[in-house]
């Protein structure tokens, strides 16, 4: 169960597009079309923002999309706001009803 | 939809709590649910899942034989007995509901959490 990795950090600039990527094995990310993502604002919950590689929870914003190829995941925010400054979890199934996060990435320059 | 943790707190080096997680808004036996930890300053751990029924349980190899998540239905209540505490236990302990009764894949809902610090 070794978490998944992710960039520590990311910047970006009102109006740009950034990715973050999420790297795990053929064990987890690789191995099932469950991956999850998960913004955090400073003091908060984390909020469900892509499930199953790709799909938006009623709700979120069109701007917040998802893709997977092999071992990787991404999560692409477009059209950057400054309320999109968050720090940003990778979750993935893992086999056997377990799961694993991504070490989290902060997203800074908004 | 609203999840809401207690029973934190400050406990010394190898000892216990019972952590409760009250559930409202949606039919509580339907769903899985699992505790998710966050240490000061770090990322998320996922911890433990129960499935909806309650039959069957699933633990992080970091806390197996240490911690024991079980649920009531009639009260609408999750729960997380934490023993043999250490200082790396110390974190805010989520609770969180899965999408379905027997799955757990993603975590669409939250609680605010509750702070469990282990400290001499």
């Known amino acids: 169960q070794s978490a998944l990795t992710q960039p520590a950090s990311v910047s970006g600039s009102p109006g740009q597009s950034i990715t973050i990527s999420c790297t795990g094995s053929?064990?987890?990310?690789?191995?099932?079309?469950?991956v999850s993502w998960y913004q955090q604002h400073p003091g908060k919950a984390p909020k469900l923002m892509i499930y199953?590689?790709?799909k938006r929870p009623s709700g979120v914003s069109n701007r917040f999309s998802g893709s997977k190829s092999g071992n990787t995941a991404s999560l692409t925010i477009s059209g950057l706001q400054a309320e999109d400054e968050a720090d940003y979890y990778c979750?993935?199934?893992?086999?056997?009803?377990?799961?694993?996060f991504g070490g989290g990435t902060k997203l800074t320059g908004l | 939809v609203h999840l809401v943790e207690s029973g934190g707190g400050l406990v010394q080096p190898g000892g216990s709590l019972r952590l409760s997680c009250a559930a409202s808004g949606f039919t509580f036996s339907s769903y899985a649910m699992s505790w998710v930890r966050q240490s000061p300053g770090k990322g998320l751990e996922w911890v433990s899942g129960i499935s909806g029924s309650g039959g069957s349980t699933y633990y992080a190899d970091s806390v197996k034989g240490r911690f024991t998540i079980s649920r009531d239905n009639s009260k609408n209540t999750l729960y997380l007995q934490v023993n043999s505490l250490r200082a790396d236990d110390t974190a805010v302990y989520y609770c969180a509901k899965g999408e379905v009764d027997t799955a757990m894949t993603y975590f669409d809902y939250w609680g605010q959490g509750t702070l469990v610090t282990v400290s001499s």
């Open positions: 979750c993935s199934y893992a086999g056997s009803s377990t799961l694993v």
């Open positions: 053929s064990s987890d990310v690789g191995g099932y079309d469950y």
């Open positions: 199953d590689v790709s």
